[in-house]
């Protein structure tokens, strides 16, 4: 399947520091996004990179996408503990309408 | 902003019943989705819709049905439940530009089967 796989499955870090999340996938895609899901809510949208695309900044978020390895990582830089969360990535596929989630990345922030 | 809600939050039933699961979303969206979500699994989509009385099917269709009679409602139906369709459902839309492009989540409803 299309299915994106998140790297790694759970992370822990202090407040303040940075956090780096992976996605890899298996097919060409048009667009890769990452969403946020706090605990037992609705996912967030957080950030659109496209194919062309190499790097893109949201605050402070910061998502990379390499076409040729088939892979995205999602920065976020100086966590708070309100970053706690599970983040997604979600890919498209050419030529369908939907979008395929990976299993997602539990992110801790300790204060 | 987009709204999205579901129908409950929370819902227990028991083995065999009926059980309808409600979306409405205030943006006008034509493209609606349902997926459920599972520990270890992510995100799989059941049904997805394009328009009114229109449906498709997603991976993991079987033992459901969806309803589109309005273009901001959305239902989801388990025609008899069993437990292994106890789950978080989520549902989705998205603007008229196709599945593609940002998706807006309900805030879940997690269903137990008994």
């Known amino acids: 399947s299309q299915q994106g796989e998140e790297d790694p499955q759970a992370l822990s870090i202090q407040e303040g520091e940075n956090a780096t999340m992976n996605c890899s996938y298996k097919t060409s895609i048009n667009n890769l996004q990452w969403y946020r899901q706090n605990s037992g809510r609705g996912l967030v949208h957080l950030i659109l990179i496209r194919s062309n695309e190499r790097e893109k900044h949201s605050g402070r978020l910061r998502v990379t996408l390499d076409t040729s390895k088939k892979s995205s990582s999602l920065l976020i830089t100086a966590s708070r503990a309100a970053d706690t969360a599970s983040y997604f990535c979600a890919t498209d596929r050419t030529g369908a309408n939907n979008l395929f989630f990976g299993t997602g990345t539990r992110l801790t922030v300790i204060p | 902003d987009v709204k999205v809600t579901q129908s409950s939050r929370y819902l227990v039933k028991r083995t065999g019943e009926k059980v309808f699961l409600e979306c409405v979303q205030d943006?006008?969206?034509?493209?609606m989705f349902w997926y459920r979500q599972d520990p270890g699994l992510g995100l799989r989509l059941i049904y997805f819709?394009?328009?009114?009385?229109?449906?498709e099917k997603g991976d993991i269709p079987e033992g459901y049905s969806v309803s589109r009679e309005k273009k901001e409602r959305f239902s989801l139906i388990l025609e008899s439940a069993s437990t292994n369709q106890t789950s978080m459902y989520l549902c989705a839309s998205t603007t008229p530009t196709g599945g593609q492009e940002t998706q807006y989540f309900g805030p879940g409803t997690r269903l137990l089967v008994l």
């Open positions: 943006m006008d969206h034509e493209n």
């Open positions: 819709s394009y328009d009114v009385k229109m449906k």
